[in-house]
């Protein structure tokens, strides 16, 4: 199964880019994907990655993936202070299509 | 837009209670997932349906039982509540197996007492 493990904290100022790390150790997910999660509410899809890409762009977010190094970023530009939530990366665990998440990162967005 | 609508935001309930979480998708789909969540452990597969009247085991069942007699709605029942079992309970689905991804709920913050 998968194991995904992320840093628990990021702090960064309005404006600067943030970047969100996870590591995972299967390789065998189709996808993986990030979700946001605003305070008092559900997990919230961002985007996610096909496993034969390096990198996706969607606005202000870049999604990078280094499968030699199963290493898998988020970078978001001009953050904002709506950009301050909890960031979960998960990736498929078996053929059930059951996600396995990472702990998440809380990212606080300062002026 | 898929709807995962879990019926209550909040619920405060005492040791020992038996207590029904209900969740509904309007989209559809196949899989229906519980999990709860807790700081610093994030999301724990409780368990999860792949159609109607299934289920399977998620890795932390133990204390807690599903019900899914429609394709729509999937219920989390804990048969009689612990003070450990307080936690954010969110409910997903998905479409299929074949990585669609996961929709969630807003969640129910459960309080046992």
């Known amino acids: 199964g998968e194991d995904v493990e992320q840093s628990l904290f990021l702090s960064v100022r309005e404006g600067d880019s943030s970047v969100i790390n996870c590591t995972y150790t299967d390789s065998s997910s189709t996808y993986l994907y990030w979700y946001k999660q605003e305070p008092g509410a559900g997990l919230q899809l961002l985007t996610y990655?096909?496993?034969?890409?390096d990198m996706k762009q969607d606005q202000r977010l870049t999604v990078l993936l280094n499968k030699k190094d199963k290493h898998l970023s988020l970078r978001i530009a001009d953050t904002q202070t709506g950009d301050s939530a909890i960031y979960f990366c998960a990736g498929i665990t078996d053929s059930w299509g059951k996600l396995q998440f990472g702990a998440g990162t809380q990212v606080v967005v300062t002026p | 837009d898929v709807k995962v609508t879990q019926s209550s935001r909040y619920l405060v309930k005492r040791t020992g209670e038996k207590v029904f979480l209900e969740c509904v998708q309007d989209m559809d789909h196949e899989n229906m997932f519980w999990y709860r969540q807790d700081p610093g452990l994030g999301l724990r597969l409780i368990y999860f349906s792949y159609d109607v009247k299934m289920k399977e085991k998620g890795d932390i069942p133990e204390g807690y039982s599903v019900s899914r007699e429609k394709k729509e709605r999937f219920s989390l029942i804990l048969e009689s509540a612990s003070t450990n079992q307080t936690s954010m309970y969110l409910c997903?689905?998905?479409?299929?197996?074949?990585?669609?991804?996961?929709?969630f709920g807003n969640g129910t913050r459960l309080t046992v007492t």
């Open positions: 997903a689905s998905s479409r299929d197996r074949e990585s669609s991804p996961l929709h």
């Open positions: 990655i096909f496993s034969n890409m």
